[in-house]
């Protein structure tokens, strides 16, 4: 293994506090020593003057598609399109084909994650068999099994019964796991198509009124207290639910939660273009949400940042609103959207990023930056850099385990990094994309941050913006 | 100096119009069978004060039309769509004598439409053509029967047919380029 | 005017205007002996129905031929092609046919917006799921300007199923821009979300509002909404929000009904005054129909864009 040093850079350590210059020495896959002016004997230097060095980033929510729809994404492709955005570390939910119920499927996506090389997976096992939402899965199974399972979901779908939702949050106490649900009321949002409001009530498109999500959300937080069970609510979207999630959270119920990119930038706004790349469940909500989920970010309430990231095969998108799944990718954009749109611009006295006016329909292949998705305009910043980092590496492990990722960066610990330019901006291209899909809501947008290197366990993933394999 | 050129006044326009109604009368041996039908726009004023005027030396009345011929252009797709107007053809067009009807004469396209258009109407006997100003520069092989003035002039200039009835006031004007129209 | 007609909204008043007065010159076209003229000569409209509606159909398919265009009919029934196939293939195929105008009616919302992004040609809305109709609004109004002498202040009801309403839609969006005074009156269950947004007064209660109007628009109520409970019975719907005979005799003598049609006897329209009213209605709606569409498709494939 080669002995590098991470030269010149900001080092970002949430887990440790650090946030300042300083030099990474890593050797033989761990990080040997941090600090200023390091001796750079025996190693490659890599200049990281003018970037940021900060943990390899970890995505707690993600749909790799394998087994069962490879048309769509694949544990590869996914992988890579991970390490390019930074992550060293993600959570493939369990809603494939076969659903990953068990120890063997777990196993399986794990292991190919270690053959493909390019990050860490840690699947999640659903909670009910085939996600039938009737009986558990053999959860202590997974949770024992070489994939060492520690959170379970059901996502995509809701728990429907609460009893089942109790139980499960209770069993799991044994091997202290937690239990992520997706908070979505079956019967107040059959043949919904996106957030209810004006937008959708002028579209002609059926709403999901945020009631739907909150009250499942009171529920799981009611049933959390009630067993003291583990709780983690998947992609936040309401103002509502943060409010709950607060409530809650003060006082003591043991929850976490994420929220998504596109929850935190984009609004039901997008939709009157009828392009169902703003399809998403949850749907992308009002104004007020967007500042409500930004707010509660930026004050903890919301622990980390989680993409979501759906891929749809390319056909499966290009059709009616009505007819197509729900679900946008988000791997390759999440860092750079978190620091376009939450964390404000860093050089003083530069123009803040302008989101691009909607225009008429894009005809394919049209070059990106002539049609875009209209988004929250954030003048200044609701989280500094470091905040914005620990909701993306440390926050993401305080909601499960995912061992040797999160941080800290400190000597002995795996080297697992991500190395990116916060000033760097660069256009989206859904068609230079590393996952398979295209379904990018992003895609003609200017981002700034861009990722330059990924290291896993001491190793390139992804070096000077190429992934390495 | 390319401001605009009265060619034609008041007094010019009443003139050629009674001299082109006499001829009309004289060329058909008088107005019987004949009907007059102008071209919107400025076709139709100067359609009924012709068909005024040939019943006032005939004794007696001659029946007047307009004809809306944005429906037959040969240039639909190339210019944006053009206003439509209504078209009034109360009378049976079989066996008379059509005498049409426009302010100027240019390319001949409007008249080109304005034939097919009657003919969707119906079929006379003869169609002919009375025009305050021709100003040359044919593009199909059409030619007017009577002209109130022959206007020569260069494609860069614009012809303008002022009348009381539109405008407030008869007149011809030519408006373009530095150039000295020549009146024959 | 916009290269498209997807949306009531695309229009301004200045728009709607040139296409209802153009429409009023075309309508002779009918009463000629050659009840056609050359304009759309050698273009080819396409009317893509993916919904059964032989009335739009045959009046788009008759305004285009009126025009001397060529027209093409693909009747594709949802249920028979796969998701996603119907659509886009559909475009391609059309535009590798070189279609200059393709007329879509589909049952979901958006679907002309999609088109749109497919092909190179133009494309109206005929109606798409429950959001627009915009050529049904032009008529509807079209209709209402042969009976009234301006739109501005004119007293308008549109009374019925207005959240899954796409006639209820496109004409709020054009009356209002023709400076129309809207009321929509429906259960509150039948009202969109944020409707006070839209421009137009709300209310429940048909008796209330009806004397004050010079026009009632009456929705059709599909009876799948009372098996989806957004009302008790058709009954009680009847009671409440159906035009009967005691009901006509409270409008103004100067009042006109309206319907999108078809109509549901002894629903929206009680059966012993359904008779009397269908009859001006389905009138108004066939003359009317072809005339404002020959307009539109004068003014959409007649030339480059105007710039009202």
Excluded at chain 1, 21 to 29: K, M
Excluded at chain 2, 62 to 72: E, F, K, S, T
């Amino acid at each position: 293994m080669s002995r590098l040093l991470l030269k010149g850079g900001r080092l970002v350590d949430p887990a440790s506090g650090h946030d300042g210059p300083a030099d990474v020495l890593v050797d033989d896959g761990r990080v040997a020593e941090v600090g200023p002016e390091l001796d750079a004997t025996g190693a490659e230097v890599v200049d990281c003057g003018g970037l940021v060095v900060c943990p390899g980033l970890v995505d707690l929510h993600v749909h790799l598609r394998e087994p069962g729809r490879e048309d769509a994404e694949t544990i590869e492709t996914g992988s890579r399109a991970a390490a390019l955005g930074g992550y060293t570390a993600v959570c493939p939910m369990p809603n494939t084909d076969p659903v990953a119920d068990n120890a063997g499927v777990v196993e399986m996506v794990a292991a190919r994650g270690r053959e493909v090389g390019l990050v860490d997976v840690f699947p999640v096992g659903a909670v009910t068999v085939g996600q039938r939402g009737s009986e558990l899965a053999e959860l202590g199974a997974m949770a024992r099994s070489a994939a060492r399972v520690d959170c379970f979901s059901d996502d995509g779908l809701p728990i429907r019964e609460a009893r089942l939702l109790r139980l499960a949050l209770e069993y799991t106490r044994a091997f202290d796991a937690v239990i992520a649900d997706h908070a979505q009321d079956a019967s107040l949002t059959d043949g919904a198509q996106m957030h209810e409001g004006e937008v959708s009530a002028m579209l002609g498109l059926a709403g999901w009124p945020a009631a739907a999500e909150e009250m499942v959300v009171a529920r799981d937080l009611l049933l959390a207290e009630l067993t003291g069970g583990r709780l983690h609510l998947c992609h936040v979207s309401t103002g509502g639910a943060v409010e709950l999630v607060r409530a809650a959270k003060g006082r003591g119920v043991r929850v976490t939660a994420e929220a998504a990119p596109h929850h935190l930038s984009l609004t039901d706004e997008a939709a009157r273009s009828y392009d169902p790349v703003f399809k998403v469940n949850p749907p992308l909500r009002e104004k007020a949400d967007v500042e409500a989920v930004r707010l509660g970010l930026a004050d903890g309430t919301i622990d980390a940042i989680a993409t979501d990231h759906a891929p749809h095969a390319r056909e499966d998108k290009e059709v009616e609103w009505s007819t197509a799944p729900p679900g946008m990718l988000g791997l390759e954009t999440a860092l750079a959207v978190t620091l376009t749109e939450l964390v404000g611009d860093p050089a003083p006295g530069a123009r803040d990023p302008q989101p691009p006016i909607p225009g008429p329909p894009n005809r394919e292949g049209s070059p990106p930056g002539s049609g875009g998705a209209p988004a929250v305009h954030s003048p200044s910043g609701y989280l500094d850099l470091a905040t914005a980092i620990e909701r993306l590496t440390t926050g993401p492990g305080r909601c499960r385990r995912v061992p040797g990722h999160g941080g800290p960066v400190a000597p002995g610990t795996p080297a697992n990094l991500a190395v990116f330019d916060p000033a760097a901006t660069w256009t989206v291209d859904r068609a230079r994309l590393a996952s398979r899909a295209r379904n990018t809501p992003f895609h003609g947008r200017e981002l700034r941050g861009r990722v330059v290197h990924t290291l896993l366990r001491g190793a390139f993933t992804v070096r000077d913006g190429l992934a390495q394999r | 100096m390319s401001g605009p050129q009265l060619v034609l006044d008041a007094a010019d326009v009443g003139r050629a119009l009674v001299r082109i109604a006499h001829e009309i009368v004289e060329r058909n041996k008088g107005t019987d069978g004949l009907v007059v039908v102008g071209i919107h726009t400025r076709g139709v004023p100067l359609a009924r004060r012709l068909a005024a005027k040939l019943g006032e030396i005939e004794g007696r009345q001659v029946p007047a039309g307009a004809l809306d011929v944005a429906m037959y252009r040969d240039d639909i797709g190339m210019r944006p769509p053009q206003a439509t107007h209504d078209t009034e053809l109360p009378f049976d067009l079989a066996g008379r004598v059509v005498v049409l009807v426009d302010d100027v004469l240019y390319t001949g396209r409007t008249v080109r439409a304005a034939l097919d258009a009657l003919t969707d109407f119906g079929r006379p006997r003869a169609i002919q053509l009375a025009v305050l100003v021709d100003r040359g520069h044919r593009e199909l092989p059409l030619r007017a029967d009577y002209v109130g003035k022959n206007l020569p002039t260069a494609p860069d200039q614009a012809v303008r047919v002022q009348l009381a009835e539109t405008d407030g006031s008869d007149g011809v004007v030519i408006e373009g380029p530095a150039r000295k129209a020549v009146a024959s | 005017m916009d290269k498209h007609l997807l949306s009531a909204a695309d229009l301004t008043a200045n728009d709607i205007t040139r296409v209802l007065d153009t429409a009023a010159h075309l309508a002779k076209v009918t009463d000629r002996a050659i009840k056609k003229v050359p304009t759309l000569r050698g273009r080819t409209v396409c009317n893509l129905f993916f919904e059964d509606s032989t009335r739009t159909r045959i009046s788009f398919e008759l305004a285009a031929k009126r025009l001397s265009a060529d027209v093409i009919n693909f009747s594709a029934k949802e249920s028979s092609v796969s998701k996603g196939e119907s659509l886009k293939d559909t475009a391609i195929t059309l535009e590798a046919m070189g279609v200059d105008a393709i007329v879509i009616r589909h049952g979901a919302s958006g679907a002309p917006w999609r088109l749109a992004e497919w092909v190179e040609a133009v494309v109206v809305n005929a109606g798409d799921g429950t959001h627009e109709h915009p050529t049904q609004a032009l008529l509807d109004l079209y209709t209402m300007r042969q009976r009234f002498p301006s739109f501005d202040g004119l007293k308008v009801a549109i009374v019925g199923d207005v959240l899954h309403s796409r006639v209820a839609r496109s004409n709020v969006l054009a009356l209002t821009t023709m400076g129309a005074e809207v009321t929509l009156v429906a259960p509150p269950t039948l009202l969109p979300a944020r409707v006070e947004t839209w421009g137009a007064a709300v209310s429940y209660d048909l008796d209330a509002v009806l004397p004050k109007q010079d026009v009632v628009m009456m929705l059709r109520v599909q009876l799948e909404r009372q098996r989806a409970g957004f009302f008790p019975s058709l009954r009680e719907y009847a009671r409440l929000y159906g035009l009967d005979a005691r009901r006509l005799d409270a409008m103004a003598d100067h009042a006109i009904v309206m319907h999108p049609g078809p109509m549901n006897r002894g629903v929206e329209i009680a059966a012993e005054v359904a008779d009397s009213i269908e009859r001006s209605v389905i009138a108004d709606q066939v003359a009317n129909g072809i005339s404002v569409r020959m307009a539109l498709l004068y003014l959409l494939l007649g030339g480059p864009e105007v710039v009202a």
